[in-house]
T-cell receptor
């Protein structure tokens, strides 16, 4: 069974640009969650999607958005990039975290903003 | 004060030693996760607990809901166990994370 796939693995963008990251969950999983990891703040929750609906959103500005498609693949978008957005972005998929099912993480996308 | 506190922050052990990492939390939770992160970034979910104790190979995780405390134990530690171990709790519909414990196991 294929794991969680995140693309691209590495990305370099310039301040002010926008970026879209993709996450393909494990087949059959309906939930995708996104996280940001920085050396200063550690891991922080961005959003959680279940069956195409955003179930919750972390404390991030509106520049961070996401969506989930009918095949459960998810994308997150960051507009007007800032240097502080440089981070490892991780997604995790699960059957339904609301029912305490196990989460499986992707390898992450390392975004560098210059 | 962070809602999820881990201790110690850093831990160095000799191969074969018994290791304990602790996690305390201050919010109501529906589940607690122990995660392992190797250099390069990939995260592996080790355990998900809502009560009691779980064991997988040399790893044991326990949780005490009343005391809001969980421990991760590694028996007969090995250099390949060297990684950052992260405690995460599911609170409402989001996850809160500890700062992680960096474990180094020396041969």
């Amino acid at each position: 069974k294929a794991g969680v796939t995140q693309t691209p693995r590495y990305l370099i963008k310039t301040r002010g640009q926008q970026v879209t990251l993709s996450c393909s969950p494990i087949s059959g999983h309906r939930s995708v969650s996104w996280y940001q990891q920085t050396p200063g703040q550690g891991l922080q929750f961005l959003f959680e999607y279940f069956s195409e609906t955003q179930r919750n959103k972390g404390n991030f500005p509106g520049r961070f958005s996401g969506r989930q498609f009918s095949n459960s693949r998810s994308e997150m978008n960051v507009s007007t990039l800032e240097l502080g957005d440089s981070a490892l972005y991780l997604c995790a998929s699960s059957l339904d975290p609301g029912r305490n099912t196990e989460a499986f993480f992707g390898q992450g996308t390392r975004l560098t903003v210059v | 004060k962070n809602e999820v506190e881990q201790s110690p922050q850093n831990l160095t052990a000799q191969e074969g030693e018994f290791i304990t990492i602790n996690c305390s939390y201050s919010v109501g939770i529906s589940a607690l996760h122990w995660l392992q992160q190797h250099p390069g970034g990939g995260i592996v979910s080790l355990f998900m607990l809502s009560s009691g104790k779980k064991k997988h190979g040399r790893l044991i995780a326990t949780i005490n809901i009343q005391e809001k405390h969980s421990s991760l134990h590694i028996t007969a530690s090995h250099p390949r166990d060297s990684a950052v171990y992260i405690c995460a709790v599911r609170h409402n519909n989001d996850m809160r994370f500890g700062a992680g414990t960096r474990l180094t196991v020396k041969p």
